[in-house]
């Protein structure tokens, strides 16, 4: 993985590609490349490091040429380095671009080696390149060696297929990882979102699970895993991409945690109407189904867990309705009880997350009663294969580390909850507390936001330290996760967040002076229960920063600093505890100097398991 863009067309595409890439680079990669068939030629071009290297590059040398593809890598088998780099090649006849991890690579390396293929690289996506190269010696037909080729592969695979011989054609295949085709005015175009095809099309259709498809500048042939012809027209999109401009702000993370009151507002807007959520907004059947449910089952992964873990809380406490968590890696590889009656709940935020998906397919066949998607990204795999699906309407998110994705999941969740609360019984008086308090929280939000300058203050203690604890109780706890998960994403420090009861079974022995504590405390229930804990990391040294409302009455004194939080209602709070966080994971890493938009090592969209 990470990004693909391929053109067929009548003008040079070389510009067309390099833009695709650029509009793929918030995923997060490490080396970027393209092939451009040149009159029966394939020429290729790859850099290490960012697309601007590859572009500066293309400036030097350029590629003139009407059918190319090219890609952004995040590596997964062989360090990033330019020979690893894709496309890659079988001779000079055949280019491959790759997306997810062929599990058989290795078996298959064998059998082509044996045939007298040599490998340059340690990936595994040149394996592809040899076996539609062997394929296609013995077919003269690309269509049938992709079929072919792609029936001997394990894992999964997004992969577009060139052939020197064959100017204006393209073969797609796609199995686990996404595919987009889109539609020109005498050309076609292929990525692994559509967002890197905006500038020249919008008119698209997406592959399905199992097909393979044949594109040439004016058609599309589509075929399904059993290679019978699939028909299926293409659709106009209206999704906008604003990651050209970050505006006045330093970086798109900075920018997008500023946009989250619009974000939540634009999540609500429509979907509450005279203080009443209508359930029909998750889908035509929804309100029968969040009749008859009698649990539910939410798995998701990074991030859209810790908003799952939020959810549960609320599943239980507002709709009496259990709930299940479990991160999506976890869950599609182990035997599970179906509870009866269950709701499937799905949450990412691209819509394409491999284990999620994989989750998904599997509860599928496992009895659920429904299934649910809350995700962002309209058309993705996970929205098309449930059957029911929310649209938390973030708007594009190019930072790595999810803000407003993160935060508009949980508006999303919060009103799922109080739509099935209603069908359960809940009463008018009470849903409409609820409705008004998720309403206040794009205003609270802002309000949050101007503790900015405290929090920038306060990040300096943290630029020397290589360890942080994060604590919180109760629903607060998965804030607390999420809290640790931002520090450590951007700044590199290492950051463990544990339910602050905790702390006596263990993590007290890591307490001490150069060990910064934050601290997740709202006015709520479990305050005092809090306030003990505190206390015990006081007595060993510690030192405290503590996220509170007003009402708490804590004050910065030895050992505590305190950021003042206002939150009026203690259902949302932890929507609204969540800024804060983010606000100081940004400011540290940018006191440490690290790549904030796109940390090392990490992608956006994990489309491999």
Not at 189 to 213: C, H, I
Not at 252 to 265: G, R, S, V
Request: proline share 4%.
């Amino acid at each position: 993985m990470c990004g693909i863009v391929g053109a067929v067309a009548q003008r040079d595409v070389s510009e067309i590609l390099v833009e695709g890439l650029r509009r793929l680079e918030y995923r997060g990669y490490d080396s970027a490349g393209l092939a451009i068939n040149q009159n029966n030629q394939i020429s290729r071009l790859r850099r290490l490091g960012k697309v601007k290297e590859l572009s500066d590059a293309l400036a030097l040398e350029p590629l003139p040429g009407g059918t190319g593809i090219a890609h952004t890598r995040w590596a997964t088998h062989g360090e990033p380095s330019e020979i690893n780099a894709h496309p890659h090649v079988s001779g000079n006849d055949i280019a491959v671009v790759h997306n997810g991890i062929i599990e058989n690579h290795q078996e298959l390396k064998d059998i082509l080696t044996s045939k007298g293929y040599s490998f340059e690289s340690a990936t595994d996506t040149e394996v592809i390149a040899h076996l539609v190269a062997d394929e296609y010696k013995q077919t003269k037909d690309l269509l049938i060696a992709v079929q072919r080729a792609v029936k001997l592969l394990e894992g999964a695979y997004g992969t577009v297929v060139m052939h020197k011989d064959l100017p204006e054609q393209l073969i797609v295949a796609r199995s686990g990882s996404p595919l987009v085709v889109g539609k020109g005015i005498g050309e076609m175009f292929v990525a692994s979102d559509q967002l890197a095809l905006l500038p020249v099309t919008r008119q698209f259709l997406y592959l399905e699970e199992g097909e393979v498809a044949n594109v040439t500048r004016t058609s599309i042939d589509i075929y399904d895993s059993n290679d019978k012809p699939v028909d299926r027209n293409f659709e106009e999109s209206n999704i906008e991409h604003d990651a050209g401009d970050k505006g006045p702000y330093r970086h798109y993370m900075l920018k997008e945690i500023y946009e989250q009151p619009d974000a939540i507002a634009n999540t609500l807007e429509g979907r509450i109407k005279d203080g009443d959520i209508n359930s029909n907004i998750f889908g035509e059947h929804a309100k029968n189904i969040f009749s008859e449910l009698e649990a539910i089952q939410i798995v998701a992964c990074g991030t859209s867990y810790h908003a799952a873990m939020v959810a549960r809380y609320w599943c239980e406490s507002i709709a009496n309705v259990p709930c299940l968590v479990e991160i999506a890696s976890e869950y599609r590889y182990r035997k599970s009880v179906v509870p009866k009656k269950a709701l499937f709940i799905t949450i990412s935020q691209s819509g394409e997350t491999a284990d999620t998906l994989a989750a998904l397919r599997v509860a599928k066949e496992s009895g659920f009663m429904s299934s649910l998607s809350i995700c962002n990204v309209p058309g993705s795999s996970l929205v098309r294969e449930s059957d029911l699906s929310f649209m938390t309407r973030a708007g594009a998110e190019i930072g790595v580390a999810s803000t407003k994705a993160f935060t508009t999941q949980l508006a999303s969740l919060l009103m799922l909850v109080i739509a099935i609360a209603k069908q359960k019984g809940m009463s008018e008086d009470t849903s409409r507390k609820l409705v008004s308090a998720l309403e206040a929280v794009p205003g609270e939000i802002k309000q949050s936001l101007e503790q900015d300058p405290i929090i920038q203050e306060l990040a300096e203690d943290f630029s020397e330290k290589h360890h942080s604890l994060f604590l919180g109780r109760g629903e607060q706890y998965p804030i607390a996760m999420e809290g640790a998960l931002k520090l450590k994403e951007i700044s590199y420090i290492h950051a463990e967040a544990y339910a602050a009861g905790e702390l006596k079974h263990g993590p007290l022995a890591l307490i001490d002076h150069e060990m910064p504590i934050v601290v997740v405390a709202p006015k709520n229930e479990l305050y005092e229960k809090l306030k003990s804990n505190m206390e015990e990391v006081r007595a060993r040294g510690g030192q405290l920063y503590v996220f509170a409302d007003s009402e708490s009455k804590i004050k910065n004194e030895s050992g505590i600093k305190v950021v003042p939080v206002i939150s009026n209602h203690e259902v949302t709070a932890p929507i609204i505890y969540t800024l804060p966080l983010q606000l100081l994971s940004y400011h540290v890493a940018v006191i440490k100097g690290t790549d904030v938009d796109q940390p090392r090592n990490l992608a956006k969209s994990v489309t491999v398991e």
